[in-house]
């Protein structure tokens, strides 16, 4: 269930539902009040690529995942995957490979490729039109993607 938004001061959070949570891969961070746990690296990077609206567009995940990439674990990496819709997989491993952490996506990549039905859009929203299909993600690629790193 989803909770309304808040706001502190510039600050605004909004929450969103997740479903098959209790699988998401967390880590403990501590806090001055105590322990807290955490998405890992890899469940964020799932998620945001799930939701990149809410991360300011493609642009801007691609600049998160170039500052997650060197924390990403390439196993744990699917196994966060598998928490969620098999399209996620398919946009994560080809950002990955555009940021240049491509070494990263070997395992997920067999993951897509065993998984994978058929191709999806890079831009959920976007035109298909004439996007150039990237084979190895079985995806479209209908918008260009530029990292801010």
Known sequence: MNRRPIECGAVRVVFVARKRLKEVLVQDFNTPRGPIHVSTPEATAVDFVGYP???????????????????????????????????????????????????????????????????????????????????NWKLYVNARVQADI
Do not use: C, M, N
Not at 53 to 71: N, R, S, Y
Not at 110 to 121: I, K, M, Q
């Open 53 to 135: 609206h809410h991360v300011g567009g493609l642009d801007q995940l691609a600049t998160i995942l170039a500052e997650l990439a060197e924390k990403i674990d390439p196993e744990k990496l699917v196994r966060a995957a598998r928490t969620g819709p098999i399209t996620w997989a398919q946009r994560l491993g080809f950002l990955l490979e555009r940021i240049g952490a491509g070494e990263k996506t070997q395992s997920l990549q067999s993951y897509v490729r065993s998984h994978a039905r058929e191709s999806t859009l890079l831009l959920s929203s976007g035109p298909r039109g004439r996007a150039k299909r990237d084979s």
